[in-house]
């Protein structure tokens, strides 16, 4: 059989979303970013919001985000993603918005945005990618570090004495009164892509029902930063990171 | 008429009633004295209710200057309003606008400094103002308001300049001007901008990619530095055209005068008295006022001095415009300066007596 009578529409099982622009991605291989950009895609587009989505970027890895997604984005300084994406969604009620921002941006210089856009009960949607540690610079500790891990800045391990503890900001998200859905996802195998997709849906549907802030954290995997090939660093987000940050919903008012 | 109705109000007040006039989208703001009474205006007025503007209580300066990035890169007209530590809080948000090219306003009242300073009036966030006061080569378009009147026109300047230009700009005012009150006319009612009218006047705003354009993206990222030259010497082109066509300044009693003083601001109104003190006495001097201080009126200045025997700059700081005053008279001229600080608002005699004590002996 030829290859060109197999490429059918109908035989199609998966075809990249067309939100995603034919642009190579800087990640590096096994990081999570890609998947999630795709997810993100795929929900815009089947929602039917391409032309009334405007994403907010992070500083971070995430920080090129606009160019692998075909819709408006404004790119915010480190941290004050929420902030940007308050008054956007406050001045075009109408429109989808959402920030998409990592640990450091999100846990760390912005905690004080994060927080207090989600208590106000903005109708918006945060996706928090974590992978403990700050990839963009170069692997340095991230707030969400977990007790022991190696980075540049704690070469010898995170010691409780010297650096202080992960922050949970997704548990404390689940008790403002302003979140409508907070919940925790991975994106390391088909079934967990599912799951944070279906997340990922939810959210932006209830930002645009106006029911309040989400927050969808996906546990994310880097393989740079780790210093692990791509399967070794799933491996070591399966056994550490589940364990630390547990999947499934913390939050979720609809039900 | 009602649009004609005289007033009398605080120059924080006129502000604030005169963003709900001229159709303004949304205030985001941070309490700090002396400027809380624009935050309780709006919050007192309701305008959510009337014109739709919107009006928030951010966490922070930080947050605040943030919601006008994100709401003027989605093309509405916005503002935020402080007082000198809030507004040097604010000024990486200020530079993210400039490198974005974003309109909007910041409105600052001073108080003294250093730190947290004093509540009192003070004039010395002029450097700030007039250089950028973030990172990186680019300038803020600032309008310096000596009248309650001012304070109320200049709103609707400010956004006109700021989306002209596609810059953010400033009301640089202080404590003197925010709180003392004064007669003024608002101005007349006009509607919020439709979402058609935004996408015509703002094709470049973040508000959903249409199927006939491109996405959209407001950043200031530029990691090819060929490229971010070439942002730059936009930026450069644009400063040069604002230079050329937005100075603005008043002049008083000039023509026949011996002796210029060049105040801004609160400084001015009192150096109005000053010269007036002073002609009885037998001294002419007139007042040179910049009203923008970003673009500086210098050739005006320059033209202004011309064969006067001296030229006084009285401000509230510690010796700030001087610096921009002698930079446009580039010696030609005798230039001194006399200012108070920590908060203290100099007399109008205090300035003849510099006058006379710099120049007369």
């Not at chain 1, 590096?28 to 032309?51: D, F, N, Q, R, Y």
């Not at chain 1, 010691?159 to 403002?176: D, Q, R, S, V």
């Not at chain 1, 995997?221 to 799933?234: D, V």
Request: glycine content about 8%.
């Amino acid at each position: 059989m030829d290859k060109n009578e197999i490429i059918q529409p109908g035989n199609l099982v998966y075809k990249k979303p067309t939100l995603m622009n034919n642009v190579p991605m800087h990640y590096c291989p096994g990081c999570s970013h890609g998947v999630v950009h795709k997810l993100v895609a795929e929900v815009i587009e089947e929602m039917g919001m391409e032309e009334k989505s405007v994403g907010i970027c992070p500083v971070g890895c995430a920080v090129f985000a606009y160019r692998y997604l075909d819709i408006d984005w404004q790119e915010a300084a480190h941290g004050r993603a929420p902030a940007v994406a308050t008054a956007i969604k406050r001045l075009w009620p109408d429109r989808l918005v959402f920030t998409y921002q990592g640990d450091g941006d999100l846990a760390c210089i912005g905690t004080a945005e994060t927080i207090h856009a989600l208590n106000r009960g903005e109708n918006i949607t945060i996706i928090f990618i974590n992978n403990a540690i700050y990839g963009m610079t170069g692997g340095q500790m991230a707030p969400t570090t977990l007790m022991g891990q190696k980075t540049s800045t704690c070469p010898y391990g995170r010691e409780p004495e010297l650096h202080g503890y992960p922050l949970k900001i997704t548990e404390i998200a689940a008790t403002l009164e302003g979140t409508c859905y907070v919940t925790r996802q991975s994106v390391e195998t088909v079934s967990a892509i599912r799951k944070a997709k279906k997340a990922i849906r939810k959210a932006f549907e209830n930002s645009m029902n106006g029911l309040g802030s989400n927050l969808v954290e996906i546990v994310s995997s880097c393989s740079s930063g780790w210093k692990l090939t791509p399967l070794k660093a799933n491996e070591w987000m399966e056994e550490n990171m589940f364990k630390f940050y547990p999947k499934g919903d913390l939050k979720d008012t609809t039900k | 008429m009602a649009e004609q109705e005289v007033m009398l109000m605080k120059g924080n007040e006129a502000i604030a009633r005169a963003a709900i006039r001229v159709g303004v989208d949304g205030f985001f703001g941070y309490p700090i004295t002396p400027q809380s009474e624009i935050i309780e205006t709006l919050s007192l007025e309701k305008p959510w209710e009337t014109t739709g503007m919107v009006v928030l209580q951010a966490e922070s300066e930080v947050a605040s200057i943030n919601m006008v990035y994100g709401a003027a890169g989605a093309g509405k007209r916005a503002f935020t309003s402080s007082s000198s530590p809030g507004v040097a809080l604010m000024q990486e948000g200020i530079t993210y606008m400039a490198g974005c090219e974003m309109p909007g306003l910041i409105v600052n009242v001073q108080r003294g400094g250093p730190g947290l300073g004093t509540i009192q009036p003070s004039q010395s966030d002029y450097f700030q103002a007039t250089r950028g006061g973030g990172n990186g080569d680019y300038n803020v378009i600032v309008l310096a308001p000596a009248s309650v009147q001012e304070m109320a026109d200049f709103v609707d300047l400010a956004f006109d300049l700021a989306f002209k230009y596609r810059n953010p700009a400033m009301i640089l005012s202080d404590g003197v001007i925010g709180q003392m009150m004064e007669k003024v006319v608002l101005p007349p009612f006009r509607p919020r901008r439709t979402e058609e009218e935004i996408r015509k006047e703002c094709p470049w705003a973040t508000i959903g990619r249409t199927k006939d354009r491109q996405p959209n993206i407001m950043t200031s990222l530029e990691l090819t530095s060929s490229v971010m030259e070439a942002r730059n010497i936009h930026f450069q082109e644009k400063y040069a055209e604002i230079r050329e066509k937005e100075v603005r300044y008043e002049t008083l009693d000039c023509d026949d005068a011996d002796y210029i003083i060049v105040s801004f601001g609160s400084a001015a109104r009192i150096a109005q008295k000053s010269i007036e003190i002073a002609r009885e006495e037998g001294i002419k001097v007139g007042l040179f006022r910049p009203i923008t201080l970003w673009p500086f009126p210098s050739k005006a200045i320059a033209e202004m001095a011309k064969g006067k025997k001296g030229v006084l700059v009285a401000e509230i700081n510690a010796g700030q415009m001087v610096e921009d005053v002698k930079l446009a008279i580039n010696g030609a001229n005798s230039v001194e300066y006399f200012g108070r600080l920590g908060g203290i608002v100099p007399e109008p005699d205090e300035i003849v007596e510099a006058l006379k004590k710099q120049f007369i002996k």
